[in-house]
Nanobody, 118 residues
Framework: QVQLVESGGGLVQPGGSLRLSCAASGFTFSTYSMSWYRQAPGKERELVATISSTGGSTNYADSVKDRFTISRDNAKKTVYLQMNYLKPEDTAVYLC???????????WGQGTQVTVSS
């Protein structure tokens, strides 16, 4: 079955950096676009970044552009989110996601907490 397992979250000071990882299994990873979302308490889930199957195309929310970088390693079936210049408003649970049309379903990981605070 499809599994997505995030790691790398934690507590970081404003201006700091974190690198999130999402290990995938149960589907042909190299043929699917992958996305990172985040959800802060009391707020709706927000799309943060998306990367194409080959890694040749990426898109970012305006709020993270020029600070976050999404990447992938198809050999390791892993997608990453490098987060630099973190701000308190980046505090959220970050979730990895894939949309598999053949199953008509979007799959989610369990999420990893990122807290930006001094």
């Amino acid at each position: 079955q499809v599994q997505l397992v995030e790691s790398g979250g934690g507590l970081v000071q404003p201006g700091g950096s974190l690198r999130l990882s999402c290990a995938a299994s149960g589907f042909t990873f190299s043929t699917y676009s992958m996305s990172w979302y985040r959800q802060a308490p009391g707020k709706e889930r927000e799309l943060v970044a998306t990367i194409s199957s080959t890694g040749g195309s990426t898109n970012y929310a305006d709020s993270v552009k020029d600070r976050f970088t999404i990447s992938r390693d198809n050999a390791k079936k892993t997608v990453y989110l490098q987060m630099n210049y973190l701000k308190p408003e980046d505090t959220a649970v970050y979730l990895c996601s894939v949309l598999i049309l053949r199953y008509s379903a979007r799959y989610w990981g369990q999420g990893t907490q990122v807290t930006v605070s001094s």
